[in-house]
Nanobody, 124 residues
Framework: QVQLVESGGGLVQAGGSLRLSCVASGRTFRNYAMGWFRQAPGKEREFVSGISAITGSTYYADSVKGRFTISRDNDKNTLYVQMNVLKPEDTAVYFC?????????????????WGQGTQVTVSS
């Protein structure tokens, strides 16, 4: 069992930055592929970024490519996403998710554990 707790959300003006963190319980964090997802009101949950276990390879949705950076610190059991040049359309609840596999995928249904989410609001 893995428990995930996100933090770092908040209200920011367009063009600003935020860094979200996701702390995982347990001693096997390094063996999980991790992902960030977001869900805006009235919309489906969408993939934002993923990072694999072992190699740390990363992937980004086109909507955030070049602005967001995902990373992980396996010694601290923590997943991060640095979000720069934020836009109003980035407003959503952001979730981290863990998958019992080496490779991340973009489908939310493939993830085994989820955090409770953290709200990000970008004002224009």
């Amino acid at each position: 069992q893995v428990q995930l707790v996100e933090s770092g959300g908040g209200l920011v003006q367009a063009g600003g930055s935020l860094r979200l963190s996701c702390v995982a319980s347990g001693r096997t964090f390094r063996n999980y592929a991790m992902g960030w997802f977001r869900q805006a009101p009235g919309k489906e949950r969408e993939f934002v970024s993923g990072i694999s276990a072992i190699t740390g390879s990363t992937y980004y949705a086109d909507s955030v490519k070049g602005r967001f950076t995902i990373s992980r610190d396996n010694d601290k059991n923590t997943l991060y996403v640095q979000m720069n040049v934020l836009k109003p359309e980035d407003t959503a609840v952001y979730f981290c998710a863990a998958r019992r596999a080496v490779q991340f995928v973009t489908s939310a249904s493939a993830y085994d554990y989820w955090g409770q989410g953290t709200q990000v609001t970008v004002s224009s």
